[in-house]
């Protein structure tokens, strides 16, 4: 036919480097369905992510050991940017906690392209590890109050705040050095909404100590976190209500989620000899909020070829917020398609977390 014609004469196309397969279709497109608007007023949507750090999906270790089903290009930096930006733009959030966040793609990838989408968003990194926590809010909807990011370690030694819990845990050495030895993070911002400035939201976001024995260590790490949070939301600004993302490295069986949940630690929880009897801390801990799983206890959170499970949540403040809709997560088929995270449709070993809070 014509066609041709029409639209000018066909031109050979160079390609440059190695012709690679595209997504395809992604993890995330059936869940952008459902989040193709900015939601309303008296509306927060939230994303939990751990993005994968470069620092550690570009190693030897993790081409060949970690993550051997994934196809070498959909590990690199810019296909794994690409996809994320992708994904990141179409959930429509008023807020996004990431951890995992190399500096350089904060500053050069995700600051930038979220900008374009009207979310700020702040970094507070990791000094050892070179990568850190980003959490950014829709600057329409919010304003920043107040910063209050703290290292657990260093926090933990100079801060009056926490004198009783390090006086508790002079007690236990060994567990101490490992904590102070940890260079994990909190980042804490205390936001007001735009629209009505009487509401205040204290936004916490973590990633926690990753060893499976190390339910101990989280456990110091998580009450470090906890007494910090209650300062900001207690003290500072009276009863504003709080919303605590991260990776906690916990599932929903550990101590930490049970005392994330319950706001109550025993002495006697089995999590204090997580590494053996010589690492055991005799501590009852307690806090005082009441936090809820937002989006309840999913299978899993995490989905590599060695292991999967929930580490990943949105804890709310069950008093001024409730939960309007969880956002469903991928399919099984579809986190399997090629074998396990990350892949060539999917950018993390991890899957977001989303979910529309209500103010009560």
């Known amino acids: 036919g014509d066609g041709a014609q029409r639209y000018g004469p066909a031109r050979e196309v160079e390609s440059s480097g190695p012709v690679e397969a595209g997504p395809g279709a992604c993890t995330f497109d059936a869940r952008h369905l459902y989040t193709k608007k900015v939601c309303g007023q008296g509306f927060v949507r939230a994303v939990s992510y751990n993005i994968l750090a470069d620092t550690y999906a570009q190693t030897e270790f993790s081409r060949t050991v970690l993550y051997p089903y994934c196809a070498p290009y959909a590990l690199e930096i ?112 205390v936001l007001q909404s735009t629209a009505d400035p009487s509401r205040k939201l204290c936004v916490a976001n973590t990633h926690l100590y990753w060893h499976p024995k190390g339910g101990n260590i989280r456990l110091i790490q998580i009450a470090v976190a906890l007494s910090h949070i209650k300062h900001i939301a207690c003290d500072l600004y009276p009863s504003i209500p709080v ?33 053996g009897e010589e690492e055991r801390c005799r501590m009852s801990l307690t806090h005082p909020f009441k936090l809820l799983s937002a989006c309840g206890e999913p299978a899993y959170t995490n989905y590599v070829g060695g292991f999967h499970g929930c580490l990943d949540y949105i804890f709310i403040d069950k008093n001024a917020l409730e939960v309007e809709q969880v956002i469903p997560l991928p399919s099984h088929e579809e986190v399997t398609t090629h074998q396990a995270l990350p892949s060539v449709s999917h950018p993390s070993d991890h899957i977001a977390l989303i979910c529309d809070l209500k103010w009560k």
């Open 243 to 275: 919303i605590f993302c991260g990776d906690f490295n916990s599932t929903p069986s550990s101590g930490t989620y049970s005392f994330i949940s319950s706001g109550v630690i025993a002495e006697d929880h089995e999590d204090w000899v997580s590494n």
């Open 78 to 189: 810019d296909y794994r940017q690409n996809l994320l930006k992708k994904e990141l733009a179409g959930y429509s959030a008023d807020l996004i906690c990431l951890q995992e966040v190399d500096k350089s793609v904060f500053v050069d990838s995700l600051a930038p392209a979220l900008d374009a989408f009207g979310l700020e968003g702040l970094f507070k990194i990791k000094e050892k590890q070179h990568e850190g926590l980003a959490t950014f809010y829709r600057r329409d909807k919010f304003s920043l109050l107040s910063q209050h990011d703290i290292a657990f370690s260093e926090a933990l030694m100079s801060e009056p705040l926490h004198k009783e819990l390090c006086d508790q845990l002079a007690k236990y050495p060994l567990v101490r050095d490992k904590v102070l030895q940890r260079s994990s993070v909190l980042q804490v911002l």
